[in-house]
């Protein structure tokens, strides 16, 4: 294995396994794997609903609400991990279908816009090495 240092690299363990956490100013954050890269789930997912959409809809645009509940579907299943939404009853459980309700619901638009573009940013799920690591070093704590 390669001896040279790395400075920025993908997370793998961030994208496919712990998530990175993406906090709101109203103190809601969700816990979230990446939308692609190392989330195999999620890339799995992700081929199954374009061919059923493509299958539905063929070479039409398929409609904005359409298309935007099939990706939350996408997300709470494959990508949201945990959150913390405050609800009237106190904070509201993490399940996948609370999390589709809330992401498909107008009234939560600023979690949906601002989740949609986090989750699926590759510069979100980097790790900057302060001395940086070595390629060895990299494979050791990913258990290779």
């Given at each position: 294995?390669?001896?040279?240092?790395?400075?920025?690299?993908?997370?793998?363990?961030a994208e496919s396994v712990t998530g990175v956490r993406f906090?709101?100013?109203?103190?809601?954050?969700?816990?979230?794997?990446?939308?692609?890269?190392?989330?195999?789930?999620?890339?799995?997912?992700?081929?199954?609903?374009?061919?059923?959409?493509?299958?539905?809809?063929?070479?039409?645009?398929?409609?904005?609400?359409?298309?935007?509940?099939?990706?939350?579907?996408?997300?709470?299943?494959?990508?949201?991990?945990?959150?913390?939404?405050?609800?009237?009853?106190?904070?509201?459980?993490?399940?996948?279908?609370?999390?589709?309700?809330?992401?498909?619901?107008?009234?939560?638009?600023?979690?949906?816009?601002?989740?949609?573009?986090?989750?699926?940013?590759?510069?979100?799920?980097?790790?900057?090495?302060?001395?940086?690591?070595?390629?060895?070093?990299?494979?050791?704590?990913?258990?290779?």
């Open positions: 294995m390669s001896k040279f240092k790395l400075k920025n690299r993908q997370d793998i363990k906090e709101f100013d109203d103190g809601v954050w969700f816990q979230s794997l990446r939308a692609g890269g190392s989330n195999a789930k999620y890339t799995a997912a992700l081929s199954v609903m374009n061919q059923e959409l493509m299958r539905k809809y063929g070479s039409r645009p398929v409609p904005r609400d359409v298309h935007r509940h099939h990706q939350a579907k996408l997300y709470a299943d494959t990508c949201l991990i945990d959150w913390h939404v405050p609800g009237e009853d106190g904070p509201v459980p993490f399940t996948p279908a609370a999390a589709l309700e809330l992401l498909t619901d107008p009234q939560f638009d600023i979690y949906w816009l601002e989740y949609d573009g986090r989750v699926s940013d590759p510069r979100n799920f980097t790790v900057q090495d302060g001395d940086g690591a070595t390629a060895e070093q990299i494979g050791r704590d990913l258990g290779n």
